[in-house]
């Protein structure tokens, strides 16, 4: 039988989505004690029926996990390009892409000797809306 919880739970991946549409970076909490909420809880603990309080997350992240494709999937993709799991500073873990200044000003995805893990990331917005972080 499915949680009456989850099921009266938001639709937190259109409302984080629609915050990062504007630019911003916001992670859910509960509004009592101010825990960050993963992605996967989608409630606050013990009580479903309450709305999370969405705050502006600090965009300091630290690189957990991340593999580079070197074959080209999709043409928004091209090879090769990382996928990371980062973790916020507040908590909540993010799939995302981690670039570095190249040459002109634009960011470029890092490569395998780019990439530590454990090292310090911040969140950044690409003039076509998307979220990276950047090293």
Known sequence: MKDPGIAAAPDWSTRFRSF??????RIATDPDTG????YRQRVVQGLPGREPAWIAASGKATLHSFTVYHITYAEEFAAPYNVAEVALEEGPILVSTVMKPGGGGDLVACLRDD?????????????????????
Do not use: Q, T
Request: aromatic content about 6%; overall charge positive; hydrophobic content about 55%.
């Open 115 to 135: 990439l530590v893990i454990g090292m310090g990331l911040r969140a950044h917005f690409r003039a076509d809306g998307k979220l990276v972080f950047v090293k």
């Open 35 to 38: 825990e960050a909420l993963g």
């Open 20 to 25: 990062i549409e504007a630019r911003e970076l």
